[in-house]
């Protein structure tokens, strides 16, 4: 079963998946470099420019959940209800085809989800990506506008 992509448009989508983001950073005693970006992630959201992904079915054998069971692996708040995958992706109001911000659970990384949004959405460039996240980029062959820390406060 592959997933689904959607525009997030509902409030309650958006701050669900913006709230796993930040709790598992406060729960992991983390700071997360998407902490610094809340801003344009909310106006990623308000501009319609934020995806996320949904998976229709419970189904453990997919290689989404890799055996895991699939009702821990969803977002336990609203989303749950709808299958809405704990991810996002926004692409940049000057062009559709660069991410601007890319975001996965770390419980469902390392499952295709982020190459699914690429994928998906025709992605063949990101701006600003975090530290953490160039192996994913160079791994995916997608090119960088450019590599300056994003989660540096001192940069917006």
């Known amino acids: 079963i592959d997933p689904k992509l959607i525009q997030v448009e509902s409030a309650r989508f958006f701050w669900s998946v913006f709230d796993e983001m930040i709790y598992d950073a406060a729960l992991n005693n983390r700071t ?11 106006e990623g959201f308000q501009e319609g420019r934020m995806y996320s992904l949904t998976c229709p079915q419970y189904d453990s054998t997919s290689a989404i959940f890799c055996g895991m ?4 692996f969803y977002n336990a708040r609203e989303c749950a209800r709808q ?3 704990p991810c996002f992706c926004i692409v940049s109001p000057d062009n559709p085809a ?6 996965v659970h770390p419980r469902a990384r ?6 699914c949004f690429l994928n998906q959405l025709d992605i063949n460039s990101a701006s600003y990506p975090m530290p953490e996240s160039l192996p994913f980029w160079k791994a995916c062959n997608i090119d960088l506008t450019s590599t300056q820390d994003a ?3 001192d940069l917006w």
């Open 151 to 153: 989660s540096n406060p």
């Open 110 to 115: 390392r499952r295709g989800l982020g190459r």
């Open 83 to 85: 299958n809405i995958l």
């Open 32 to 42: 997360s470099g998407q902490h610094y970006n809340r801003n344009s992630i909310l």
């Open 69 to 72: 069971d699939p009702k821990g």
């Open 98 to 103: 660069e991410v601007e911000n890319i975001w």
